[in-house]
């Protein structure tokens, strides 16, 4: 905070703060600051706080004041370490309150932040509470740089949070008194930062959060961890440019070393980490059953199975490889009538053709090799029940027809038998393939794909699926880490990122192996992109907005075409185009 150091034989010796807009000087009680003596008058002087500094006026003639020795009659800016005159009283002004140390240079500043720090450590040995370690470390700070406010931050899951909100008078102010901006410039940087006047600064005056509460002199610097960025320290002056010097980023740095560690093995032991109760209610919101989801899309998907569930209707869901289409499936069973019943799957690729009927429809002792014991198959087992047929796009063209015979009957024949069995199940199917494409190839009967295909459900992939992706990862790392024994790990900002750039081909089934893999070999206290496996090369690259606006086009050219049936004069009457401009993307599609 600015001082105003008076020293006249009438007047006692003090320090007055300067901290008004205005602040008025002289020997009448109705003033600021109250000072009488020789040649001061009741109002002698205006002292002005500026955007730039302060500026001092004498209010009349006879009001005589120097500035350094030399005699002003207007309004003139001073600064740190200037000497006044007022009349005969002698002031000297400093920008903030002269420290214990003889000097002024780096080293005062870093040998007070050792000796700060030896008060840290037996506050350590005392076993005092974290949360009370941090805001004594906050005072101290704040004291050593002169700064009126100053802030811990911490980084969770890509958020920053105010753990200390501190002011100079040592007292707890509002914790979003900072600027996002030069906070966000710094993790990007990871490199501390002194910035003079903020509010006049070429790359963050125009932020909003500076010009909403005009900041002035700011300094902050990362907290780091194993190279992860896990929080910041920020002190501010709003009234002073120019308060920070390079002195003052060294003195900290001594402390952020020491908080580092201290916010490091705190989250390791989850003190300083908040509750995970909020990420478990907000993933309980989210889920439908075992699902996590909240994207449009598979809002969409959940809706439908709560229409159709009641209905023994069949079902086939379309998706890829790792999209949750078992999860579907299961849900379908519980939300129905059957949900008392059983619920059976087979996967129709992972079983031999030569063994795939029997494990279908069951065989009887003797029906082949090996065939010492009449046995059921998963038709049987379903019965009441609902019956999973995953990847029925693999099934052998022979099957097809005997599944075709199953589902229009309702009834099974075992392998080597000629009796005929019914059932009472209901039939869910689901594919990673176009199986319009392979009934237009011969690879899949088309009078089954129309008897599966009463209602089709389609999972996106995980890549389209937005902020779902960080929900589910975060679900898995609650999940694996209680099934593992460990404190659950937060994701770092960077991890974040980088799971949202990365496609993703094996979706959900592919994030829950990385999952595992970090939790079990990253000793971090926060999850990073290489724990994951995520190198930059493998993440998709952020398109440029022409970019951007180019696929879009080209992708929505290629949708009315198809509508269209590939009648390029329609299409561009659709669009409201040049026909040329349809036969310029077509041929440059055609060179692509």
Known sequence: MPFLSIDHLVCVPKSHEI???????????????????DGMEPLHAIIYLENNGYEIEPVSRKAEIQINGKRIKKKTPFGHQDDLMLGGVSAHFSLYAEQKCDSDDGEDYTAQAFRRLEHLAEDLAQDYSIESILTHVMDDVIALVNADKGFLLLIRDGRIYSKVSRNYNQESIDDDMFSDSIVHHVIEKKQPIIVRDALND??????????????????????????????????????????????HLEALRVFAAQISLILANAI?????????????????????????????P?????????????????????????????????????????????????????????LLESELFGH???????????????????????????????????????????????????????????????IVAATNKDLETEVAEGRFREDLFYRLNVITLH??????????????????????????????????QEAITAIRRYRW????????????????????????????????????????????????QRRYINEVL???????????????????????????MGNE
């Open 459 to 492: 999972l996106p992939p995980l890549c389209e699926r937005g902020d779902d992706v960080i929900l589910i990862a975060r679900g898995l790392i609650e999940k694996y880490a209680k099934e593992f024994n460990m404190v659950p790990k937060n994701l770092s």
């Open 268 to 296: 390791l032991v989850d003190e300083l980490t908040f509750e995970n109760q909020n990420l478990a209610t907000k993933l309980e919101n989210m889920k439908f059953g075992n699902i996590i989801g909240d994207c449009l």
């Open 19 to 37: 901290y008004k807009k205005i602040t008025t000087i002289g020997s009448s009680e109705e003033n600021d600051i109250v000072c009488p003596g």
């Open 562 to 588: 198809e509508l269209n049936h590939g009648n390029r004069s329609k299409t561009a009457r659709d669009l409201g185009v040049d026909p040329r401009t349809i036969f310029r993307h077509l041929e440059k």
């Open 364 to 426: 009887v002792r003797g029906a082949f090799t090996g065939a010492i014991q009449t046995k059921n198959g998963k038709f049987q087992q379903a019965n009441r029940g609902t019956l999973f047929l995953d990847e029925i796009g693999e099934m052998p063209m022979d099957l097809q027809v005997k599944l075709l015979r199953v589902l229009q009957e309702r009834c099974v024949v075992k392998v080597g038998s000629n009796s005929v069995e019914p059932i009472d199940i209901r």
């Open 505 to 552: 081909p094996g979706n959900v089934r592919q994030l829950e192996n990385r999952i595992k893999k970090a939790l079990i070999l990253s000793n971090k206290p926060q999850i990073m992109p290489d724990d994951l496996d995520l190198i930059p090369e493998s993440l998709k690259p952020v398109m440029s907005l022409a970019e951007a606006k180019d696929d879009f």
């Open 202 to 247: 070429a790359n963050f005056g125009t932020s909003q959060s500076v010009i909403d509460m005009r900041f002035c002199s700011v300094m902050c610097l990362p907290l780091i961890d194993r190279g992860a960025i896990i929080g910041l320290i920020y002190v501010g002056n709003d009234n002073i440019v120019s308060q920070f010097r390079p002195q």
């Open 298 to 354: 598979m809002r969409e998907v959940f809706n439908t199975v709560r229409r159709v569930a009641a209905t023994d209707v069949t079902v086939l869901v379309e998706g890829e490889t790792g999209t949750g289409k078992e999860l579907i499936a299961q849900e379908l069973h519980r939300e129905s009538n059957r949900a008392k019943g059983p619920f059976v799957v087979i996967n129709c690729g992972a079983i031999p053709a030569n």
